[in-house]
């Protein structure tokens, strides 16, 4: 049984770029579209409407929404639900079903939209699947002939497969080419040790090492995809400044997810935080397999 897109809608102009981000990326991939709405009952004074009354709202709007994707993409497949439940885990029970978990994102400076704050990263950092998050004012013209998939790599050749296997999915279901970014910078003296400084020597410095470790963590993927073009781009310099430089080249980037809980709940690595924050284009963060 084939897993479906899911985007999840709010009435926002932000969550309506998500909702038709979805639905081309279903038609891409042959899957079926699943509409969410994350809903609770507001019993305030400055809200009219009992609880049916703001439940009837909810379902026209989504109606709405999914009208204008329906005639868009008459062949697509699609379905919808109110949930009534807290955002974050009604979302991470939508993405525990879903091949991918389609957002809206505000501007350039946090993760907002469909989600405030620090309860979108908690969605992103407690889901099993993917989640993109994407920009109001993406475009179907955004993914044109020219623009890239940029994928992200750090750590060993075993490293991030689940991002890339990600990225080679969506480059061929687009028909893209897909640039593979590795950032490297010198670490402090008191890092090196014997073994490392042996397998810098043999590699021939800081960059051939890392551009080895890149070529053989894409060797895999290349061969699964011999259709997809690939850059290869080692550059010195920090991950998260790489990636974004690149970004405005991209039609999308995608970052693998690293998160850790602390005192205030769950958070996800910087990288992916950082790219999150300032890309202008959709990003895709991807739970390790």
């Given at each position: 049984m084939t897993r479906p897109i899911t985007a999840g809608v709010d009435g926002t102009e932000e969550s309506h770029a998500a909702l038709a981000w979805a639905a081309r990326e279903a038609v891409?991939?042959?899957?079926?579209?699943?509409?969410?709405?994350?809903?609770?009952f507001a019993q305030h004074e400055t809200v009219?409407?009992?609880?049916?009354?703001?439940?009837?709202?909810?379902?026209?709007?989504?109606?709405?929404?999914?009208?204008?994707?329906?005639?868009?993409?008459?062949g697509l497949d699609v379905t919808t639900a109110?949930?009534?439940?807290?955002?974050?885990?009604?979302?991470?029970a939508a993405a525990a079903e879903a091949e991918l978990l389609v957002l809206g994102s505000r501007?350039?400076?946090?993760?907002?939209?469909?989600?405030?704050?620090?309860v979108g990263q908690q969605v992103i950092a407690e889901t099993a699947a993917p989640v993109v998050l994407v920009?109001?004012?993406?475009?179907?013209?955004?993914?044109?002939?020219?623009?890239?998939?940029?994928?992200?790599?750090?750590?060993?050749?075993?490293?991030?497969?689940?991002a890339l296997r990600f990225a080679f999915e969506t480059a061929a279901a687009r028909g893209a080419a897909l640039r593979a970014v590795r950032a490297w910078t010198l670490p402090p003296v008191?890092?090196?040790?014997?073994?490392?400084?042996?397998?810098?020597?043999?590699?021939?410095?800081?960059?051939?090492?890392?551009?080895?470790?890149?070529?053989?963590a894409l060797q895999p993927w290349r061969e699964r995809f011999p259709q997809v073009p690939v850059v290869e781009h080692v550059e010195m310099g920090s991950?998260?400044?790489?990636?974004?430089?690149?970004?405005?080249?991209?039609?999308?980037?995608?970052?693998?997810?690293?998160?850790?809980?602390?005192a205030v709940g769950a958070r996800?690595?910087?990288?992916?935080h950082g790219v999150l924050h300032h890309a202008p284009c959709p990003v895709a963060v991807v739970p390790p397999a």
């Open positions: 891409r991939r042959g899957r079926d579209l699943r509409v969410v709405h994350a809903w609770r009219d409407g009992d609880r049916e009354t703001q439940g009837r709202w909810v379902r026209e709007a989504l109606e709405g929404s999914v009208r204008e994707v329906t005639e868009r993409h008459p109110v949930m009534e439940d807290d955002a974050v885990e009604a979302l991470a501007g350039h400076g946090r993760v907002l939209g469909f989600l405030l704050g620090s920009r109001s004012g993406n475009r179907a013209s955004d993914e044109a002939e020219g623009r890239q998939i940029v994928v992200g790599h750090e750590g060993g050749p075993e490293d991030g497969a689940a008191f890092a090196y040790s014997p073994a490392s400084l042996k397998l810098l020597d043999e590699a021939g410095g800081p960059e051939p090492y890392e551009q080895k470790a890149l070529s053989e991950a998260g400044q790489v990636l974004l430089d690149v970004s405005a080249r991209a039609q999308l980037v995608v970052v693998g997810r690293r998160a850790r809980r602390t996800i690595g910087s990288v992916a």
